[in-house]
């Protein structure tokens, strides 16, 4: 295994939240690594929304989900932190003291982190991929069924179904194509929630004969799990029919759940994690929950609220990890070690 990676803090979330953290950590000489599950940065805005205008953004009139994280993405840039994507924290255990505290976080992909304080910007929670509601697909899953491309050359050689018609299912469809040995996409009607390019190049490719696509939805998986031999599905008039596979790739969104956040022993309030409103400070002392995760009374889940709280908990994290450093309030505009550190000096 490769040796743990020391960090003043590790940042659990690469929302707006968990990235502007990294902001107010960073001015206070506080390195932060962090790490999401989904495979890009930005969260929420990222994710759900990243073309839709977001208007309560202080003094931004009007900015898109993704625009939003661009420029949060500018803002941190000085600070270098660590991003660790398409990784889930599976377990935060408390080592140190109350006073002192540290802790070992680990991720399912098996990196190891030791730090002095933990930032939970969890949002709602683990992204979790919606499975096409099909008798014992988890008994093929890792081997035939898939609900995500990490690698591409997995896929190499092998006859591929992907269903779905949104964004994923239309990429993968276009990218794993050149790679698989046959392809074929299927979707419950003609019509697809996916940019028109990938539509359009889809629609190519199947006229060419290089991919195959097949109306209808899925109803079961024939195979002597794990391998899958063949995707059984119904056409809207009724009719039943197979569609041979040894891989199958449904791409039918995301929800979020709260996920292993629940086992770290932290005091939990309806799925939301109760902090004071001074350092938004968990029940276990340097385990910080900032953003969509927290709760406390008044608690609105908007984007500023959780800069908001970064900038509190902040000042709390400085001193587990700078204990013999005071703190100094300082303006942006005017102080030389700021700007220093923004490297506007
Ligand atoms: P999130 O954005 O949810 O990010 C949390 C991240 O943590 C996720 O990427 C998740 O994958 C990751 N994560 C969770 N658990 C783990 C784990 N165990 N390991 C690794 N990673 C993990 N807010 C506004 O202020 N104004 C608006 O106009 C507005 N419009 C919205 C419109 C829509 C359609 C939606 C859905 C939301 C809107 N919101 C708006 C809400 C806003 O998006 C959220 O308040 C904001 O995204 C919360 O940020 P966050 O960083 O706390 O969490």
């Known amino acids: 295994a490769a040796a743990p990676i020391e960090t003043d803090v590790v940042i659990i ?8 953290a990294v902001f107010e950590l960073g001015l206070l000489d506080i390195e ?6 989904l495979p890009k940065i930005g969260g929420q805005c990222a994710e759900l929304y990243p073309e839709k205008p977001i208007y309560d953004i202080p003094a931004f009139p009007v900015v898109t989900g993704q625009g939003l994280i661009d420029n949060l993405m500018q803002q941190i840039a000085p600070f270098e932190p660590g991003f660790h994507l398409g990784e889930m924290v599976c377990a935060v255990e408390a080592l140190g003291s109350a006073e002192a ?5 680990e991720t399912d992909a098996g990196k190891v982190f030791h730090c002095k304080a933990v930032v939970i910007a969890a949002g709602g929670g683990s992204f979790v991929p919606r499975k096409p ?6 008994e093929f899953e890792d081997v035939s069924v898939f609900y995500a491309v990490r690698e591409i050359e997995r896929f190499r050689g092998r006859n591929v179904l992907i269903v779905g018609g949104g964004d994923s299912a239309l990429d993968w469809a276009v990218n794993l194509q050149p790679v698989v040995s046959r392809l074929a996409l299927m979707h419950r009607r003609d019509a697809f929630r996916a940019a028109p390019d990938s539509v359009n190049k889809m629609r190519a490719l199947v006229e060419t004969g290089a991919m195959d696509f097949h109306l209808g939805q899925i109803t079961g998986l024939k195979g002597d799990a794990p391998n899958l031999e063949a995707v059984v599905a119904r056409r809207d008039d009724g009719a039943s029919f197979e569609i041979p596979c040894d891989t199958l ?7 979020m759940k709260l996920g292993p956040i629940a086992d770290w022993g932290l005091d939990l309030d ?7 409103t001074e350092q938004f400070e968990t029940s276990s002392p340097g385990i910080f929950a900032i953003g969509d995760i927290n709760t406390y009374p008044g608690k609105l889940k908007l984007i500023l609220s959780g800069f908001h709280e970064g900038a509190l908990a902040a ?9 013999d450093k005071r703190l100094t309030f300082e303006h942006s505009t005017s102080s030389p070690s700021l700007h220093k550190k923004l490297g506007v000096a």
Do not use: C, E, N
């Open 249 to 255: 790739l449904p791409f039918f969104g995301l929800s």
């Open 133 to 138: 509601p099909v008798p014992k697909i988890a």
């Open 315 to 323: 000042q709390k994290v400085h001193r587990y990890v700078h204990p």
């Open 13 to 20: 979330g690469a929302g707006p939240v968990g990235l502007f």
């Open 101 to 105: 505290p540290r802790f070992r976080v």
């Open 32 to 37: 932060a690594h962090v790490i999401d599950i």
């Open 270 to 276: 309806q799925q939301l994690i109760p902090v004071d």
